[in-house]
């Protein structure tokens, strides 16, 4: 099977998706959810075909690569893709009170069919070695993402956090525009793979103009992962935005960020001179962003905000990681952590929107006793606040193991010190949550409805976060 | 591989996997507490004392190339410790009032707590023995929270924030430990690391039992980290305080006795001054502090702080005798001070108030608490027929020889004990002695349930405090030669 060729097959099922939904039956949109999950998890299986590379010395291959990271990303993708998808039929009500009502179902339709497009440009962006080809797919994604973002057109919230997110996703893309540039300029390839023979050819009088490009390239990276200081965006944008694409901002597009990052570092990281500045930029942005993201998140009273703060604080620990890219282990530990990423973050948006369809906001303080009118959501929120913090026996605890190792192994003693510091104030933060539910009195005693998807994806989700912190090793043996 | 000690973990587990699944709380959690109390016994009994060593290993692989593997086993400490938590659990369970509120939360929160300890006792890797103590902290911070009494969240708060740091800076301390072994041997396994030990290949620096030190004496409230304790357990409902004060805080020590002891043989000499600075801190200052208490719960909360320096007495002493003496004092303390705040959730229970000026003359109301109270505050003074007695006995002899270091130290710890007569004898007389407020007169005495689970930790302890020899031969089987 060809190369892209899962790629195209999600692009097409968002097409065809597209046209039932201008043909068929408009009252209930629910079922376009359905589909595309059922769509996706087809494109999974076929996945797992066996796939040919690209012969080496066809046009193909100076573009597209198949090996593990891009294998399990893309999987790992379409997964995330799945959940979110399957997150819109609960997220409905809110849809229809915020979107003009000129038709019955307005809109609501092309809601669960764009994030296929958004995957289609990621699972394409983790596959490619050619900032060209890096630039078009991070293009069709990040402008999908756009009209998502924006999605509740009459609800401010949603308008102020799509305008801060395409004013600041267009001077990233200029950065990047810009990096690309002066690198091509310099070694006049734009193939990530041949960068390290064009370099080791360079006089020593360009080495500066190419650490320019590299240093444009890094900020524009930042911005997409959710690196210090280029983070702040996240907390307005996270908050704003429909909370299924807060889930989806936060995972998917987070992780192709980094499959890039890591993919431009491996390449860099073989010559000498420059494998020690990167390194040290990396320790000390890793280190900034788990100090921002983290103690940030200390005071925040929404919870929506206090998880983008947290994704940022995750950000830091991955970048612990891409600091540790020399150690074998670091790609396993980082594609790890991201498998115990998707599953605890995901679940603790799935609750939350749960909880904030009930009871009408996003704060903490609506979470109060929610053990009493909810024990099963509550019981999820603790399985993956707890995850989330770090605590033994989930997977969140593994990766955090997975990455300090790796960063001790690369000898960043003060990272790991520091990482241990900030688990700390992560078990305030997110402890807040839990006692919200346990400790407080509900304001209503009413119980939550959840519906049997929601309940599907909290086992689902749930299963993962313990199997994975009990039994690590066959998706270790995956990613190797 | 013998698999009664994984039974001992996923007991607790599976019954608050039913619970959640509907079936009757209490019924599910007692038949585990007594299943899980009988597999102890078992164990206890079945171990080969002439061969010694770890018995009962079983081995499951988790991440080989890391060297992390859930190692499980158990020599005499080892069951001495699983017989207090499982003794501890039941009676925490079986006196459990009736609860109104969330009844099945509750009881797996307990179940929770005693599967964590019983888990990190029970493990031969660092690594889980770490992660099993964590296990135990949400649940404590729920259930102080939900259902204490007083000002309950701020006690919950300042405990899990104590306990939280306390556990990441035993957590810095176990990485850079693993960190020292030279990277070809790399391993957490406790036999491991002994047997290197052991053969001088392994040299940690004594900066990490410094961070050892810290990290663990934060759990088991070592002074000056010590205040999160007395609120907490003063604010907990009964049965939490039980396994908290009783087994859990255990933890800490269990875990110097295993790392640190044999790991660290020079470096506990060289800082064993600051350690018995430390223990004076915990024996006299913790002491005073708990005279001048005005309520009940206070005064047993501080006394378990204050009795903590004994052990540390005895672990300072480095050599066969104190170190046996403070092993026999983790599990006679821990059942005096569970029968202790048991007896006090059931009078708070009756009564509202553990205030010394609102009490007074209980005993004539209540008989039998008053005289299953006297029993558990003489147990926890020290007097000779208790298991408290036998250990503290040895604790001062294994110091004494240790050498003239000591003679500071032994002093204060004996006129411990008259300290902490003064303050068990006062808590004794203005609670159940004394004209009785005339409010009291309709209180009912304790129910036979009640007085069952106390009897549960008040025999064994005079049961070791007739004849401690066997027990010793148990716990000494841990010492490193």
């Known amino acids: 099977m060809n190369s892209l060729f899962l790629e195209i097959a999600v692009v097409l099922l968002g097409i065809i998706l597209l046209l039932v939904e201008a043909f068929c039956d408009r009252s209930n949109k629910n079922y376009l959810a359905y589909l595309g999950a059922a769509g996706l998890a087809g494109v999974l299986a076929l996945s797992f075909l066996p796939q040919n590379a690209p012969l080496p010395d066809s046009s193909e291959a100076a573009f597209i690569v198949s090996d593990i990271l891009s294998v399990f990303f893309v999987r790992f993708l379409l997964i995330a893709t799945i959940v979110t998808l399957l997150m819109i039929p609960g997220y409905r009500t809110v849809l229809e009170r915020y979107l003009p009502s000129e038709r019955v179902g307005g809109g609501i339709g092309e809601f669960a069919i764009l994030p296929l497009f958004v995957c289609a440009g990621l699972m394409w962006m983790v596959s490619t070695v050619d900032f060209i080809m890096i630039f078009v797919s991070l293009e069709l994604a990040t402008i999908t993402l756009y009209v998502l973002v924006t999605y509740l057109r009459q609800n401010t919230a949603s308008l102020e956090a799509g305008t801060k997110f395409l004013i600041l996703g267009a001077l990233s893309t200029g950065f990047i525009v810009y990096g690309i540039a002066w690198i091509f300029g310099v070694t006049g390839t734009t193939n990530i793979l041949a960068l390290p023979d064009a370099i080791s050819a360079l006089p020593e009088s360009s080495l500066y103009a190419l650490l320019f490009g590299i240093a444009m390239m890094l900020v524009a990276l930042s911005f997409k992962t959710g690196a210090f200081p280029f983070q702040f965006w996240i907390p307005d944008v996270y908050q704003g935005a429909p909370t299924p694409i807060t889930s989806y901002l936060s995972v998917a597009s987070k992780a192709a960020g980094f499959v890039v990052l890591i993919r431009f570092l491996l390449s860099l990281e073989t010559i000498p001179v420059l494998a020690n500045k990167l390194n040290a930029v990396l320790t000390l942005l890793a280190a900034l962003t788990l100090i921002f993201g983290n103690f940030a998140a200390i005071p925040q009273t929404n919870f929506k905000r206090l998880l983008g703060y947290s994704s940022v604080a995750h950000a830091g620990y991955l970048l612990m990681g891409i600091a540790s890219l020399a150690s074998l282990m670091a790609i396993p530990a980082i594609g790890f952590y991201f498998a115990a990423y998707l599953a605890m973050t995901t679940l603790s948006f799935v609750v939350l929107q749960a909880v904030s369809e009930a009871t009408g906001g996003d704060e903490i303080s609506r979470f109060n006793g929610l053990s009493k009118r909810s024990p099963f959501l509550a019981g999820a929120m603790l399985l993956s606040a707890a995850s989330l913090a770090g605590i033994p026996f989930t997977a969140g605890f593994i990766g955090k193991l997975l990455i300090f190792e790796v960063a001790l192994k690369q000898g960043h003693y003060g990272l790991v010190i520091l990482g241990c510091v900030t688990v700390a104030a992560g078990f305030y933060y997110y402890f807040k949550v839990i006692r919200a539910m346990y400790w407080q009195q509900p304001s209503e005693e009413t119980s939550i409805p959840v519906s049997a998807t929601t309940k599907l994806l909290i086992f689902v989700l749930g299963a993962g976060i313990l199997i994975f912190g009990i039994y690590p090793t066959p998706l270790l043996a995956a990613l190797r | 591989m013998s698999l009664l000690l994984i039974l001992l973990i996923v007991l607790p587990l599976a019954a608050s996997v039913i619970i959640m699944l509907g079936a009757a709380p209490r019924i599910v959690a007692l038949g585990t507490a007594i299943l899980n109390l009988l597999i102890s016994v078992v164990l206890f009994a079945r171990y080969d004392l002439t061969t010694g060593g770890w018995q009962f290993v079983s081995e499951w692989k988790i991440l080989p190339q890391l060297g992390i593997n859930m190692t499980l086993g158990a020599d005499g400490l080892t069951l001495t410790m699983l017989l207090l938590a499982t003794l501890v659990t039941l009676s925490a369970l079986w006196i459990a009032p009736k609860i109104d509120k969330r009844e099945g939360v509750y009881h797996i929160c307990l179940l929770f707590i005693s599967a964590g300890v019983i888990g990190a006792f029970a493990s031969l890797d660092v690594l889980f023995l770490y992660s099993f103590h964590e ?108 396994m908290h004060a009783g087994v859990l805080k255990k933890f800490g020590l269990y875990g110097l006795i295993r790392i640190a002891l044999p790991l660290f043989p020079d470096a506990m000499h060289e800082f064993n001054g600051l350690l018995l600075l430390l223990v004076i801190g915990n024996i006299l200052y913790i002491g005073y502090v708990t005279v001048a208490q005005k309520r009940l719960d206070w005064t047993i909360g501080y006394s378990s702080v204050m009795h903590m320096g004994y052990i540390f007495l005895g672990l300072a002493s480095l050599n066969i005798i104190g170190v046996n003496g403070a092993m026999i004092l983790m599990f006679a303390h821990g059942l005096s001070v569970a029968a202790a705040f048991a007896l006090c959730g059931e009078l708070r229970r009756r009564t509202g108030t553990l205030d010394y000026s609102e009490l007074g003359g209980i005993a004539k109301a209540m008989p039998i608490l008053g005289l299953l109270f006297g029993f558990a505050a003489m147990a926890s003074v020290g007097l000779p027929g208790f298991a408290n007695f036998a250990g503290e006995i040895l604790i001062f002899f294994g110091a004494t020889s240790y050498g003239p270091a000591m003679i500071l130290p032994v002093i204060v710890g004996v006129w411990g004990v008259v300290i902490s007569a003064i303050y068990m004898l006062r808590a004794y007389r203005s609670t159940f002695w004394g004209p009785m407020n005339a409010r009291w007169d309709s209180l009912t005495d304790i129910t036979a349930t009640a007085r069952w689970s106390v009897i549960l930790l008040l025999v064994p302890l005079m049961v070791v405090g007739f004849y401690p020899q066997f027990l010793v031969k148990m716990v000494t089987t841990a010492i490193p030669r």
């Open chain 2, 135 to 242: 296990l135990a902290l949400i649940p404590t911070f729920i259930m102080i929270g939900v259902w204490g009494s007083g000002d309950r969240q701020a006690a919950a708060w300042k405990a899990t924030i104590y306990l939280g740091l306390g556990s990441f800076i035993l957590l810095i301390g176990l990485l850079a430990l693993y960190l020292s072994i030279p990277a070809a041997s790399r391993t957490l396994d406790l036999r491991q690391l002994d047997q290197m030990a052991a053969a001088g290949t392994f040299h940690p620096s004594s900066l990490i039992y410094l961070i050892l030190l810290v990290g663990f004496g934060s759990l088991v409230s070592l002074f000056p980290f010590h205040s999160w304790a007395p609120p907490a357990y003063a604010c907990a409902p009964a049965p939490t305080a039980m």
